[in-house]
């Protein structure tokens, strides 16, 4: 499939071969097999929840890390090494080199959200598939990269796991066989954000690179906190604060069970409260009422972390992430349903183990670059409902909001150029 798997394919057949040869040497998990992988963006979810995951499977190799940050990008480095008793991975701070390398087929993106796209373009273009964290920065964003994924003809999965929890298959498989009727209702409650006292401007501290950090985003002073997990997920410059990524996991439930032809709503009212005087510039918390074009309402408040499908027969949700169902009647938890009776799809594999699989197969992931950008739009909408004060209406043909020049100008926002200079 790339240069590594087919140079070593080719080197072997010119190199002495012993007669008795490690078994280890072929076969789908063969160091000629194995789908070699450059991470990029080694804080806690890069390193606890992406690396670890792609460290356990047996067809992959993780050959270099990369963080902005040089000491986050060494520790990642000692994690790989010591994983694989070597010493052959990188360790980089400019994600740009890492793209480049020829001899890396895959591409796993765990920065802020304001990098996602970005990264993932520049991958694709370099002709990697990508598994990129979740959401776009922006509404514009989600089809850019759509378009960009087909026209490569790449595989890319957005680092999202709900369709393969439990209890969010259960939910959807329970509704599609009919166990509370025709949905009616979904409501969600979501982490509202935090509020972050203003900060003084510092010199940025050695073995940071602030400039690439910032990168395309419009750029802010470094400061103590500036780029703290919570601080930056809190900052517009760089994410839309918890809405879009507590949101990106709840709604994309929402959306499954509403099951609507466009997929987004095609009406949005909002409100909510973005602080004044502080370093979050994000809504921290927020009220929002959808409407899908078949008649299915969605109402997302902050202040849990919760979901629940209200049918014409009935309920079903559970109270916070991964608890147990409930339901109106608990015998309506009971339901079995075998793969040929099921009017769902079976629970897919863990992301990771999905993507992987993809690159081989050259099939769609479980989360496609298209999933996101419906997923990403619709929690977008309700932001700029938030921020514009008022009731909008969605026209998922054009992708555009209907008769608001206000609102389509929100759509995007303008990069800043000159990073790929100060890199």
């Known amino acids: 499939m790339n240069v590594t798997r087919r140079s070593f394919v080719k080197s072997a057949a010119v190199v002495a071969m012993p007669l008795i040869v490690p078994s280890t040497v072929f076969g789908d998990n063969a160091p ?100 990129s964290e979740k959401p776009t920065l922006t509404i514009a964003q989600g089809r850019e990269l759509a378009g960009a994924v087909k026209s490569h003809d790449a595989v890319f999965q957005a680092g999202i796991e709900d369709r393969s929890v439990t209890q969010y298959h259960r939910m959807i498989e329970l509704l599609r066989n009919g166990a509370i009727g025709n949905l009616q209702q979904v409501d969600l409650t979501l982490p509202a954000g935090t509020v972050f006292p203003l900060e003084e401007e510092i010199p940025v501290p050695e073995g940071l690179n602030y400039e690439l950090y910032v990168g395309p985003a419009e750029y802010i002073p470094y400061t103590r906190s500036r780029t703290g997990p919570q601080q930056w997920r809190n900052t517009f410059n760089f994410s839309n604060g918890k809405l879009l990524d ?100 079976p629970i897919p594999p863990s992301e990771h183990r999905n993507f992987l699989d993809c690159v081989k197969s050259r099939q769609s992931t479980t989360y496609t670059a298209e999933t996101l950008n419906h997923l990403s739009d619709t929690l977008h909408m309700g932001d700029i409902a938030i921020r514009l004060g008022r009731k909008l209406q969605w026209d998922a043909a054009s992708e555009a909001f209907v008769d608001d020049d206000a609102a389509n100008a929100m759509r995007s926002r303008e990069s800043r150029n000159d990073w790929k200079m100060k890199g």
């Not at 709503?265 to 994000?282: K, L, Q, R």
């Not at 902050?302 to 027969?313: C, E, F, Q, V, W």
């Not at 109106?328 to 793969?339: E, F, G, H, Q």
Request: glycine share 8%; proline share 5%; aromatic share 8%.
């Open 32 to 131: 000629s097999e194995r789908i070699t992988i450059g991470c990029i963006g080694m804080g806690g979810h890069g390193v606890g929840y992406n690396l670890r995951a792609f460290l356990t499977q047996a067809d992959a190799q993780v050959v270099t890390v990369c963080d902005v940050y040089k000491n986050r990008s060494e520790n990642a480095q000692k994690i790989v090494n010591g994983r694989y008793r070597s010493t052959g991975c990188k360790a980089l701070t400019d994600f740009r080199e890492v793209i480049a390398d020829p001899s890396i087929d895959a591409i796993v993106i765990s920065t802020p959200d304001h990098w996602h796209v970005p990264m993932s373009i520049m991958a694709l273009e370099a002709g990697k598939d990508v598994f």
């Open 246 to 345: 507590w949101g990106a996991h709840l709604v994309d439930t929402a959306q499954l069970a509403a099951n609507a032809p466009e997929v987004c709503p095609v009406e949005i009212e909002a409100e909510g409260t973005i602080p004044e005087n502080s370093m979050t510039t994000v809504p921290v918390t927020y009220d929002i009422k959808y409407r899908y074009s078949n008649g299915v309402k969605m109402h997302v408040k902050s202040g849990g972390n919760a979901i629940r499908l209200t049918g014409d027969k009935g309920w079903i949700g559970n109270k916070s992430w991964r608890a147990p169902l409930e339901a109106s009647d608990p015998a309506i938890l009971d339901a079995t349903y075998t793969p040929e009776t099921s009017k769902h799809w």
